[in-house]
């Protein structure tokens, strides 16, 4: 494994490891809103990152299931968590890719 692919599972591994405190802390949030506004705000900034240190084509796909897939509901506090739990399952499904197959060059093709 070469050490780009070990820095970006690194990443990946941090990432999983925050959102999933962040999970719990959104559970428990008294502002709904709130909490999804902060949840918005670290996908942008985790995205931006990825970009950097895993690589473009792994944002760009994550970049549109993350922010051009809607997760209706009566419930803000269950679409949050609905949210969170897709992200959480993405991040560790590209961790597995990566382990498995290694950083692709080119943009790795949407799945």
């Not at 999933?20 to 996908?43: G, H, P």
């Amino acid at each position: 494994m070469s050490e780009r692919d070990q820095v970006a599972l690194g990443f990946l591994r941090q990432q999983v490891k925050d959102l999933e405190a962040i999970q719990s802390q959104a559970m428990n949030a008294v502002n709904a809103v709130l909490a999804k506004e902060q949840f918005q705000k670290w996908k942008r900034h985790v995205l931006t990152s990825l970009a950097e240190k895993v690589g473009s084509g792994y944002a760009k796909r994550l970049w549109k299931d993350w922010f051009e897939t809607a997760f209706p509901g009566g419930d803000m506090y269950e679409e949050l968590a609905d949210d969170i739990d897709m992200c959480l399952r993405q991040l560790k499904k590209l961790t597995k890719e990566i382990e498995t197959q290694g950083l692709q060059e080119e943009t790795p093709p949407d799945t």
